[in-house]
C-alpha cells in the first residue's frame, strides 16, 4: 500500500512564494510521474505541472517562469517551488503519482494525496 501526502500550503500575500511538498511512502518500486493539479469550489480540477522520473518538466502556461517543479528520486518526493504568488492561485492543490508498487509491478497506479490549501490574499 502506497500513500500520499502533501504539505506546505497556507496563506501568502501576493507577490510571495510557497514550496508544496508530495512525500510518497510504502511499499513503493517506482515512481513515474509526480503531477501537481489544483482545484476551486465548483470546478474541474487543473493540472497545473509534472516531471517524469527523468526530471523532464511541463507546466501549464500560467504558471511557466513562476513555478518550478522538482523531485527526491530517493527520498520519492515531489516539491512545486511557486513564487510572484497571485490571488488567482488560489485553491487545493493535489498530487498525484504514477506508481509501480512492488506487489504489482505490472502495474501503474495512479495515487492522489488529499490536498493542501493555498490561499493568496492580502
Known amino acids: 500500500q502506497v500513500h500520499v501526502v502533501e504539505s506546505g500550503g497556507g496563506l501568502v500575500q501576493p507577490g510571495g512564494s510557497l514550496r508544496l511538498s508530495c512525500a510518497a511512502s510504502?511499499?513503493?518500486?517506482?515512481?513515474?510521474?509526480i503531477s501537481w493539479y489544483r482545484q476551486t469550489p465548483g470546478k474541474q480540477r487543473e493540472f497545473v505541472a509534472h516531471?517524469?522520473?527523468?526530471?523532464?518538466?511541463n507546466y501549464i502556461d500560467s504558471v511557466k517562469g513562476r513555478s518550478t517543479i522538482s523531485r527526491d528520486n530517493a527520498m520519492n518526493t515531489g516539491y512545486l517551488q511557486m513564487n510572484s504568488l497571485k490571488p488567482e492561485a488560489t485553491a487545493v492543490y493535489y498530487c498525484?503519482?504514477?506508481?509501480?508498487?512492488?506487489?504489482?509491478?505490472?502495474?501503474?497506479?495512479?495515487?492522489w494525496g488529499q490536498g493542501t490549501q493555498v490561499t493568496v490574499s492580502s
Open positions: 516531471i517524469t522520473r527523468s526530471h523532464d518538466a
Open positions: 510504502g511499499s513503493i518500486f517506482n515512481i513515474h510521474t
Open positions: 498525484n503519482v504514477a506508481v509501480q508498487t512492488n506487489t504489482e509491478r505490472g502495474r501503474v497506479q495512479d495515487l
